[in-house]
T-cell receptor, first 112, second 117 residues
Framework: GESVGLHLPTLSVQEGDNSIINCAYSNSASDYFIWYKQESGKGPQFIIDIRSNMDKRQGQRVTVLLNKTVKHLSLQIAATQPGDSAVYFCAEKTSGTYKYIFGTGTRLKVLA | NAGVTQTPKFRILKIGQSMTLQCAQDMNHNYMYWYRQDPGMGLKLIYYSVGAGITDKGEVPNGYNVSRSTTEDFPLRLELAAPSQTSVYFC????????????????FGAGTRLSVL
């Protein structure tokens, strides 16, 4: 797991600041989207999801925004903490199936 | 509360060897998936299953086989290991209604790190 993500785009954020991680998805017919967090050596962990009939959804310290016009998804993390350091993936689900396409991922580094 | 369990955690194979990656879930999920994750890449779907006895190919099925004889287990078989199969393999499961339009959160195992030398 430690070798995964060597060449990923990296976002460095000061502790306590807000983080915004972006994702461009490929299929205009995708009907459901998920953000996953992957810590080193572990499997992806669900953070938040959104259906295609919504443009915003909030969770605890996290917000997902969906812009279907430009096929763009973002994850906002409020008051970023050291424990948020991880690789974040977006995944889109093809309408009519349960098959997902995953983005490449973004590494979030939280600076103390 | 085991969730999705994958074994082994690590394995080194020689070219041409075969092996089976095990995956078991205890959440009574009907859908199960196998992904591979290469460095700097997202997860690529190898195979998936919508229920016992039913499997289908994903994006990168070549060199792999699967079976789903029970709801709980979804093993992934590598018949003739090649260096290109060096990767981290993740199994996932989810509950689906069959309509394809419902919310469908996938739960992942911790992964199997495979090196083929």
């Amino acid at each position: 797991g430690e070798s995964v993500g060597l060449h990923l785009p990296t976002l460095s954020v000061q502790e306590g600041d807000n983080s915004i991680i972006n994702c461009a998805y490929s299929n205009s017919a995708s009907d459901y989207f998920i953000w996953y967090k992957q810590e080193s050596g572990k499997g992806p962990q669900f953070i938040i999801d959104i259906r295609s009939n919504m443009d915003k959804r909030q969770g605890q310290r996290v917000t997902v925004l969906l812009n279907k016009t430009v096929k763009h998804l973002s994850l906002q993390i409020a008051a970023t903490q050291p424990g948020d350091s991880a690789v974040y993936f977006c995944a889109e689900k093809t309408s009519g199936t349960y098959k997902y396409i995953f983005g490449t991922g973004t590494r979030l580094k939280v600076l103390a | 509360n085991a969730g999705v369990t994958q074994t082994p955690k690590f394995r080194i194979l020689k070219i041409g060897q075969s092996m089976t990656l095990q995956c078991a879930q205890d959440m009574n999920h009907n859908y199960m998936y196998w992904y591979r994750q290469d460095p700097g890449m997202g997860l690529k779907l190898i195979y998936y299953s919508v229920g016992a006895g039913i499997t289908d190919k994903g994006e990168v099925p070549n060199g792999y086989n699967v079976s789903r004889s029970t709801t709980e287990d979804f093993p992934l078989r590598l018949e003739l290991a090649a260096p290109s199969q060096t990767s981290v393999y993740f199994c996932a499961s989810s509950y689906g209604t069959g309509q394809g339009g419902a919310k469908n959160i996938q739960y992942f195992g911790a992964g199997t790190r495979l090196s083929v030398l």
